[in-house]
């Protein structure tokens, strides 16, 4: 798990928040009816009453929502002040280092850790792992106050509440963990729309749904391994670059990326899965370029990659059949491992995959492209019924976008060979005027030696 923290309960205070911009007529960032929407959340802040600078106000939902039109907005918990956001941070997230305007680093800042405490010891379930919900009681115990929360009154709002605070150190080690998960997830490539399916309350995931995530993670990377391995074959075998290797492999670092977040958000470790049947590789902590390119723990995958790289380094045909291959097989595992989330009523998960498989669908219609331009006519079907799929979704916009990106392979391609043939021709030159000079030296030898032996013959003749 992220920096192997072990799962604890505790609460803390994220509004993530981003500017939606509405309204009649206009799109101006100034127009009375922009709205700040955020959330108030650490597995999710719910019940919390909110109230904004413009007068409205209301109470944070199951994902600890809250809609604002002019900020500051503060939140309460009957007559508890707990904070109040009068600016938001450049990445929209606020923490409760940054309700009492400190650095994220201060994890063990006495009012950071007391506010994690008090609200994770308000959770009516007493489990901060499927997001908080505040009890209603405590709106009734608070409502006739009218306080600020305070770090060194914090045992007073428990005893007053009738709850039992959660440990400090349960609070800092989660706190912590959800720092580095926030953080490392928004310096990723995975985009945004999947960033906010992962900002929710996680779910219980049965066995088989924690299995999907272990095979998807080794999967994900076998798609990155395979065509890093084959671009680079083929161009210091062949001198050939082939681009759609080269580009899919990028869009493959963020569906790993994607995998891992899912992974370190439901705090799984090589524990939690009972589908490893090699060697454990530690990857949860791991940059994609830290692991082990071609080695996997799951025996199927390994086997796989194996035979990927047999087929794909015999030709440039070889290599795009196989990314074909590849993304089919993403797809049918993917469809599968959908359905055993929804099992799990884990939409997270769900909005992950379903991001996965349809950059799997604009891959296979990339190689598919691709081996129609170097005349392969079926394309991916000259493979056969089981890679033959004219039924995936074509998106126009990504299709254009492959479009683009295999007539600038094929330029590129054009370009290079444009250039080895110059090369040959340079060298070819440079060789046939070498042998000319060699040559007429070895004539012009030739010729004085001939020149010297009729001259001897001569001499040996008068005398």
Known sequence: MKRKHTQSLIAISLLSATLLISGCG?????????????????????????????????ITDVNGSFNCKTLPVTFTIGGLKLGTITTMPKDRQ????????????????????????????????????????????????????????????????????????????EAIKHLQHTVEFVEDLDKSEVPNHVKET??????????????????????????????????QYHLQNDKEAIKQLENITKAETTHI???????????????????????????????????????????????????LIAK????????????CMVEVTDITDLTKDIATAQESNASDVVSAFEFLRQGSYSHYWAFDKGLKNMGVEDGCCVLGTEYCHPEYPQNAKGNAQN?????????????????????????????????????????AQEQRDENKSAHQNEQKNRS
Do not use: W
């Not at 960032?29 to 909110?50: I, K, L, M, R």
């Not at 995530?213 to 798609?223: F, K, P, Q």
């Not at 060697?279 to 990659?305: C, F, R």
């Open 257 to 307: 990326q994607t995998v891992q977040a899912l992974v370190n958000k439901y705090d799984l470790n090589i524990s939690s899965f009972t589908n490893i049947d090699l060697t454990p590789l530690d990857n949860e902590d791991a940059t994609v370029a830290q692991m082990p390119i071609g080695k996997y723990d799951i025996q199927s995958i390994q086997d796989l990659h194996d035979s």
């Open 403 to 443: 479009d683009k990106e295999n007539a600038k392979g094929n330029a590129q391609n054009d370009k290079e060979n444009a250039k080895s043939n110059a090369q040959n021709d340079k060298e070819n030159a440079k060789s046939n005027a070498q042998n000319d000079k060699e040559n007429a030296k070895s004539n």
């Open 198 to 231: 992962l900002f929710s309350p996680v779910s219980t995931l049965t066995q088989d749904a924690k299995n999907t995530l272990s095979y998807m993670g080794n999967e994900e990377r076998l798609a990155h391994d395979v065509y890093t391995e084959l671009y």
């Open 312 to 323: 794909g380094e015999q030709s440039k045909q070889d290599a795009l059949e196989v990314g």
């Open 26 to 58: 206009s799109s101006s960032s100034n127009d009375a009816t922009a709205v700040t929407t955020g959330q108030f959340v650490d597995n999710y802040v719910a019940n919390v009453d909110y109230s904004c600078a413009d007068g409205s106000h209301g």
């Open 94 to 169: 606020v923490f409760p280092q940054d309700l009492f305007d400190l650095n994220r680093s201060d994890v063990n800042n006495s009012a950071v850790v007391a506010m994690a405490q008090f609200l994770q010891s308000c959770d009516d379930d007493a489990n901060a792992q499927n997001g908080i919900h505040i009890k209603a009681s405590l709106k009734t115990t608070f409502q006739d106050t009218n306080i600020t929360f305070n770090a060194d009154d914090v045992d007073a709002y428990a005893a007053d509440a009738h709850i039992e605070l959660i440990h400090k150190d």
